[in-house]
């Protein structure tokens, strides 16, 4: 029987929703025989559970073997910059201090609680911060001087070939400048007892001031006496100069790292070593080659004394230097430098003439007290000494300090006059937190690492020695009524071998400036790619003692006896002028001869005896010449082409 209002669907639901659940039970047992749902995943692996244990148990043996393994694999480490952390919070900081909301409790009297007297203590009002005003040095002493280049120098250090001739022996002329700085008065100027704006100590403290720099300028004198540009002196190669360790980039740890270590090497920073020479003179200061004739008493004891000063700082550095062997720039830490120049590290040669040295600084300090003693002055041999590396005495402790340059860019013949100043640590610099930040003068004052003096007083002018000279020394004009040539004498000197040699002629009107001369003393060649500096030293040890080696080694050679000296130059006239000499006591004023010369150059010069040998080229030369004969060859490798403060402070730029 047919139902009346009921659609097929009521009619047939029963049966649907059989089928449907029919279905979904079949979906399930499929899913259940045909896929694996009960797997279990393992690190990207399905295992079964039948499977689990074994999965679990090769875990745990690899787990296992991890823990009992004695050399694990460490995890990378990811390197952290704590000094740039540090000078980015520096930078990043703002200037203003973080206060409490509220105070933590009621003050304390602490004058009223103890029972003390309080009184108030006035702070002088430093202001605002300025740049530090580093005293200027004084007005500096130059000296010039030709020396012969150690042959086994310009192997370890190239660069010296821009100074030298090309074959030996290696001559170079050089000016050596010499000022003195005061440290206390450096220390006046921080603390504002000067008159200035003090710094406050907070700010360098923590980090020290150390002399970083001692610069110079040089002008040079012009044909028509006025002087040239200012520009700065060419020191010699791998100079210790703290001032191209730090950059404008730097960070303040950098910065305190050179203070330290130009604290510790004062003596090498602020007094570099003259390039190591085998002939010429000794070098010496400056102060020390002025005239002393008509100095005070006092003056001369001052002198003698810096002297000493320096010469017990080079016995301490020469006792306290280290005993492993050297090092060569190019070869790298812990490699050996086998090139025949060297010095093999196994050698106790090295120190065998260390031990000279010593003896020669004790010898010189003994030397220079007993000078004292002849002054009347007991030096007190209690003088502090440093018992350690790290012993450093401050710079502003030094009431007077000794500081010095050498030029090697000077051309022979040419007169200069040096102007010179002190680089310090800038207290302020990488502290812009500190500053006022909305000022940009204020935020100026720590970006520059460096704080510079003024320049001081120029020098007196220094003439760096020509390679070859004339001088007249006599002229006369001849008898009135005879048919005798006029005739001078002139003193011709060139430089061979450290110092000048010198051939006196007489010429008449005509006549060439030429002649040649015999050079006597040990005039010797070094091949350093064959000769080992030890054995070279042994060698020219052995010339001035009583047993002289019998035959010269390989890698030596004898150089020329005899030098030319051709200046190029022709006498053209002699004749009395109208300008008289002054007369001393019972002498009569006579006419001064004038002498003309055609130089080199074809320009007509006048000479005069008087004009001459008052000259301070004269007196260079002249003194040059006295001393060659009486000055003995060095031994090569004596002094170090390279400073072991060098490495200290290597140029943070290319």
């Excluded at 230097?321 to 010095?343: F, I, N, Q, V, Y």
Aim: charged fraction near 25%.
């Amino acid at each position: 029987m047919k139902l009346k209002g009921v659609n097929p669907i009521e009619q047939h639901i029963e049966k649907i929703v059989l089928g449907l659940v029919f279905l979904v039970l079949l979906a399930v047992i499929a899913i259940q025989f045909v896929t694996t749902p009960n797997n279990i995943d393992d690190g990207g692996r399905s295992v079964a559970p039948a499977q689990v244990y074994t999965a679990l148990e090769q875990q745990a043996n690899q787990l296992q073997s991890q823990i009992t393994d004695l050399n694990p694999t460490l995890p990378d480490v990811q390197p952290v910059d704590l000094v740039e952390r540090y000078d980015n919070a520096f930078a990043s900081s703002g200037g203003k201090r973080l206060t409490l909301s509220s105070a933590l409790g009621q003050g304390v009297d602490i004058a009223a609680a103890t029972g003390a007297e309080a009184s108030d203590i006035e702070i002088q009002s430093s202001g605002p911060l300025a740049a530090l005003a580093v005293p200027a040095t004084s007005t500096p002493v130059a000296a010039s001087q030709w020396a012969t280049l150690d042959p086994y120098a310009l192997l370890e250090v190239p660069q010296y070939a821009d100074y030298v001739p090309a074959q030996q022996p290696y001559d170079f002329a050089s000016i050596s400048v010499e000022a003195s700085f005061s440290g206390t008065e450096l220390r006046s100027v921080l603390d504002g007892s000067s008159g200035g704006n003090a710094i406050p100590t907070r700010y360098w403290s923590s980090t020290g001031i150390a002399i970083l720099g001692f610069e110079a300028e040089r002008q040079r004198r012009l044909e028509d006496g006025t002087w040239g540009p200012a520009e700065p002196i060419q020191t010699p190669p791998h100079t210790p100069m703290p001032t191209r360790a730090v950059g404008a980039d730097s960070g303040l740890q950098d910065l305190v790292t050179v203070v330290t270590n130009a604290s510790r090497e004062m003596g090498e920073v602020a007094r570099p070593a003259f390039p190591p020479s085998i002939a010429g003179p000794r070098w010496v200061p400056p102060s020390e080659r002025v005239d002393m004739g008509n100095s005070s008493e006092a003056d001369q004891i001052r002198r003698i004394q810096r002297q000493l000063e320096r010469a017990r700082e080079d016995l301490e550095r020469l006792t306290n230097a280290p005993s492993g062997p050297r090092t060569d720039p190019g070869t790298g830490p812990g490699k050996t430098d086998t090139r025949p120049g060297r010095r093999d590290p196994g050698s106790t040669q090295p120190n065998d003439r260390n031990r000279e040295r010593i003896e020669r600084t004790r010898e010189r300090i003994e030397e220079l007290e007993e000078q004292l003693k002849d002054l009347g002055v007991e030096e007190d041999n209690t003088t502090r000494v440093r018992t350690s590396r790290n012993d450093v005495r401050s710079v502003l402790e030094e009431e007077s300090i000794d500081l010095w340059a050498h030029d090697l860019g000077v051309e022979p013949g040419a007169t200069y006059r040096y102007r010179t100043r002190v680089v310090v640590n800038n207290p302020l610099f990488r502290k812009q937190a500190e500053l006022d930040p909305d000022d940009e003068a204020q935020q100026q004052l720590a970006r520059d690492p460096f704080a510079r003096g003024a320049w001081s007083e120029w020098s007196d002018p220094v003439v760096a020695g020509a390679r070859e000279y004339y001088f007249v020394t006599s002229a006369s004009q001849g008898a009135a009524a005879s048919t005798e040539p006029a005739r001078t004498t002139i003193e011709l000197y060139k430089v061979y071998y450290g110092h000048y040699r010198k051939s006196t002629l007489n010429v008449s009107p005509g006549d060439l400036l030429a002649t040649d001369l015999r050079v006597s003393g040990n005039l010797l060649a070094f091949d350093p790619q064959v000769l080992p500096v030890d054995e070279a030293a042994e060698y020219v040890s052995s010339l001035d003692g009583a047993e002289a080696a019998s035959q010269m080694p390989e890698g030596v050679s004898e150089l020329a006896s005899r030098i030319s000296i051709e200046i190029g130059a022709f006498v053209l006239d002699v004749y009395t002028g109208q300008e008289q000499t002054e007369g001393g006591l019972g002498r009569e004023r006579t006419n001064i001869v004038r002498v003309v010369i055609r130089d080199a150059q074809g320009n007509i010069v006048v000479h005069t005896e008087q004009g001459d040998e008052n000259s301070l080229a004269y007196a260079q030369a002249s003194s040059s010449a006295s001393a060659a004969s009486s000055t003995s060859l060095r031994a090569p490798g004596e002094q170090p082409a390279i400073s072991p403060a060098a490495a200290l402070f290597e140029a943070s730029e290319p």
